[in-house]
């Protein structure tokens, strides 16, 4: 049971280029979520999609877009990649009532 | 005033003791309380899950709720280095919301053996 699956898994980018983060779950959950974290900063929430068909800004969502492709799959989308969006980066799925939260492995982007 | 409070580390103990891992919150309205572990580099792993105050127990992990205080912890006995790590708290009001969890910064705990 593969879980959550992100990838990549490291990606150094320059600034102004763009890419996209891919995310799919396994699990049937409805809710999908991207969290950044940053030392000293914690967990971050960018984005989530409640249910498919439906994506909401949270903590920290300037300079991202995010598209729920099916009920599987939640990409990350960087337009034009800044340093400050230097992070690791989590995909995240919830089940039906939403309790609790399960993790990927995470990508490690560095933008120069 | 961060929502979740947890004391960042390190904590280094030796193999065998038994760990106090510890979270203070603010919000009376938190209702499910978890902990992950996560490894150097990989995703954080969910440990334990705790609905409301009490006791949960688990193998060598135990997880506490008090609710009157705001408190929450996890222990673990016979502590092994492969527990070094770190431990993040996690809270939420309850079901359906979605942009609801509120995490701790995380305890980097290392078990010398």
């Known amino acids: 049971n593969a879980g959550v699956t992100q990838t990549p898994k490291f990606q150094v980018l320059k600034t102004g280029q763009s890419m996209t983060l891919q995310c799919a779950q396994d699990?049937?959950?409805?809710?999908m979520y991207w969290y950044r974290q940053d030392p000293g900063m914690g967990l971050r929430l960018i984005y989530y999609?409640?249910?498919?068909?439906?994506?909401d800004k949270g903590e920290v969502p300037n300079g991202y877009n995010v598209s729920r492709l099916n009920k599987r799959e939640f990409s990350l989308r960087l337009e034009s990649a800044a340093p400050s969006q230097t992070s690791v980066y989590f995909c995240a799925s919830s089940g039906q009532t939403n309790e609790k939260l399960f993790f990927g492995s995470g990508t490690q982007l560095s933008v120069l | 005033q961060k929502e979740v409070e947890q004391d960042p580390g390190p904590l280094s103990v030796p193999e065998g003791a038994i760990v106090s891992l510890n979270c203070t919150y603010s919000n009376s309205a938190f209702q499910y309380f978890m902990w992950y572990r996560q490894y150097s580099r990989k995703g954080p792993e969910l440990l334990m899950y705790?609905?409301?105050?009490g006791n949960k127990e688990d193998g060598r992990f135990t997880a506490q709720v008090d609710k009157s205080s705001k408190y929450i912890s996890l222990f673990i006995r016979d502590s092994q280095p492969s527990d070094s790590a770190t431990y993040l708290c996690?809270?939420?009001?309850?079901?359906?919301?979605?942009?609801?969890?509120?995490f701790g910064s995380g305890t980097k705990l290392n078990v010398k053996p």
């Open positions: 699990m049937n959950h409805n809710s």
């Open positions: 705790t609905y409301s105050s």
């Open positions: 999609s409640a249910s498919e068909g439906t994506t």
């Open positions: 996690a809270m939420t009001p309850g079901p359906y919301n979605f942009n609801k969890f509120y």
